[in-house]
């Protein structure tokens, strides 16, 4: 009897051992009014890593995310996003719905919308068009395929966004698997960008949290928008306490996450009927795309479930992968020997 491997996401995570004892002896305070010293210090420890002044945890990467859009934009006011980011693609139109704002989708290649498009983009307030407040960006980008944002590439598309007279504000759900992949520090990443959201719950392992950094003057608002927001929380240190532990043991091993899902897209690019972009396949995350007429994705998908390899139909045609801590390296074995089954089943 073989064990489940799940590669729906890396938000499957469970915590580690270490982090439920932290967990459990966590120095705790009513963090709403600011009392908690396990939330301070991961505060603390995450405007540090991403070079910022201030932190906020938050319970969530689209609370985050919306907090932050919150805080930089009025209602009546245009952000500017990659078509396929999570902002427009999975927040159930937050950003118009409780901010008010008009989002405008930019194209974009494996994720990056190009600086002259942005540029082409801005509006001015006038009598006829919305001022344009905010560019969002995303790294990884989950949609493109784990894709990465280099730090030059950050740098072109902040350069012009503030000579625009734009905010930018950085979707970093997994901006420590774009460090290590680069092989370079989170706060390269997040240079240039005035607010930044990254996420403990996903390749990080934690159950729960996400953190919104930026300059102190933003997170002092960020924090009132917070509250409105519902996700004031009192002895959330409890939760914090996971969150200091994943940023001291759980970003370096992130690499392991990165070479198991290229040896997994380097299999199934072999597979008859399936194909896979090696160029998008930069992290912990892969898509593939099924070919064979007489199968869509959903059916395989739960074909591979009935043997135990759980992953995500997208559409008609593509499926997701995602590695992370809990598959290891048999787990990989036996997806790829599953696969490789049932695609010669086809
Ligand atoms: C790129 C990106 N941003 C934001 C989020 C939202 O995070 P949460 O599920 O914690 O709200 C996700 C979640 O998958 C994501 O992939």
Known sequence: MHSVVD?????????????????????????????DPTVNRLQEMSAALLGKEAALFVPSGTMGNQVAIHTHVRPGEEILLEESCHILSYELAAASVISGAQTRPLKGVRGIPAPADVERAVHIEDDHTPGTALLCLENTHNLAGGTVLSPEGMRALCETAHRNGLKVHLDGARLFNAAVALGGEARLLADGADSVMFCLSKGLACPVGSLLCGSREFIVKAHRNRKMFGGGMRQVG???????????TMIARLTEDHARCRR????????????VDMASVQTNI????????????????????REGILCL?????????????????????????????VTGEL
Request: proline content about 4%.
């Open 238 to 248: 409890i939760i914090a306490a996971a969150g200091i532990v994943a940023l001291e």
């Open 286 to 305: 892969l898509y593939f795309q099924v070919g064979h007429p007489r199968y869509t994705a959903e059916q395989l998908v739960q074909r591979l479930a």
């Open 7 to 35: 590669l729906r996401s890396d938000t499957v995570t469970v915590p580690t051992p270490e982090m439920r004892r932290a967990m459990f002896e966590a120095e705790v305070g009513d963090d709403v009014f600011g009392d």
């Open 313 to 341: 139909n997208l559409d008609a045609r593509s499926v997701r992968l995602v590695t992370h801590k809990d598959v290891d390296s048999e787990d990989i074995d036996r997806a790829l020997e599953v696969l490789e089954q």
């Open 264 to 275: 997994l897209a380097e299999g199934i690019s072999r597979m008859p009927g399936l194909s």
